[in-house]
């Protein structure tokens, strides 16, 4: 039970003081960043207006809001869940506990398929997206190709509901189409290009993870079975009977299993023609053919 520490009439200032440090008590990583970033849910202001605004006294509805989403945070709750939002590709997307928090390592598979369309330069691709989630990977692709075409897939019926209202939000709801169903089961026309980041955690990890993944974020989006690969092993089993002769497939993988990840697919008949790493030199994306690649 947290007191309420937020007695009206307080500056923006003030609140913001209390609530960070309240978070470097708590042993929350980032208290400043973090209570900047409700404060500024709250009031509606960037943080160059809260700085400006800091000596103006917080209207009492406002603290009383902020004081919740304090208590929250506290409690765990991503900042993304509280404040019902995240940015990913530069753009905003709605999230809820029926989606994976958008994490900025997912922008390499991005812009991995961004390159691979541009470069053979296929008219009005057709992209379909297992394992959707918050539709932040499809939308973000199709934001930056306006000839393309999406399909998102979801087992969670919430999930892909939050994709609907994604797709919307950035005027992309004529371009993108959402289905729930088991990975691509829903799918029986062919497309050009099928993206994923399925769950690759290893059901014996959950220990491992913090708080504010285990017990807020959806654990069917995160673990894959004992050794973190059933989903590769699903996927993989399934889209041939979709994929366009010479599509490609872009999969998200977790650290140290590209070796495992590539055999799955290399059984089911898949080529590799990439990898791309994050910014702490993990290989976290690979890209796969359904015919060989011809060399120049």
Not at 215 to 243: C, Q, T, V, W
Not at 255 to 276: H, M, R
Request: proline fraction near 4%.
């Amino acid at each position: 039970m947290h007191k309420n520490i937020f007695n009206y009439p307080l500056s923006y200032a003030s609140a913001l003081e209390h609530a960070v440090n309240k978070f470097h008590k708590a042993g929350i990583s980032n208290p400043v960043i973090d209570a900047k970033a409700l404060l500024c849910g709250v009031s509606d202001f960037s943080n160059a207006t809260l700085i400006l605004r800091g000596n103006d006294i917080i209207p009492q509805i406002e603290l009383e809001k902020f004081w919740k989403f304090v208590k929250r945070r506290l409690s765990g709750e991503p900042i993304a869940y509280i404040l019902k939002r995240k940015e990913f590709w530069s753009l905003d997307f709605s999230v809820d506990n029926s989606t994976l928090i958008p994490r900025p390592d997912s922008e390499i598979l991005v812009e991995a398929v961004i390159d691979f369309i541009r470069e053979i330069d296929i008219e009005k691709p057709k992209i379909l997206d297992l394992g959707t989630g918050s539709g932040c990977l499809l939308i973000a692709i199709l934001s930056e190709l306006p000839e393309a075409v999406g399909f998102g897939v979801d087992i969670s019926k919430a999930a892909s509901k939050v994709a609907k209202t994604n797709a919307k939000r950035h005027e992309l709801d004529s371009r993108a189409f959402f289905f729930v169903g088991d990975w691509a089961e829903p799918i029986n026309s062919y497309v050009d290009l099928i993206i994923s980041n399925p769950p690759y955690i290893k059901n014996q990890d959950r220990k491992t993870l913090a708080k504010d993944i285990i017990e807020f974020e959806p654990n069917k989006a995160l673990f894959a079975g004992k050794d973190g690969l059933d989903s590769y092993r699903a996927i993989a089993s399934d889209i041939r009977r979709i994929l366009h002769p010479g599509g490609r497939i872009f999969v998200e993988i977790g650290a140290g299993q590209s070796e495992e990840v590539k055999k799955i697919f290399y059984d089911k008949g898949f080529y590799l023609v990439g990898t791309w790493h994050d910014l702490a030199g993990i290989e976290r994306c690979m890209g796969f053919a359904t015919t060989k690649l011809k060399k120049n």
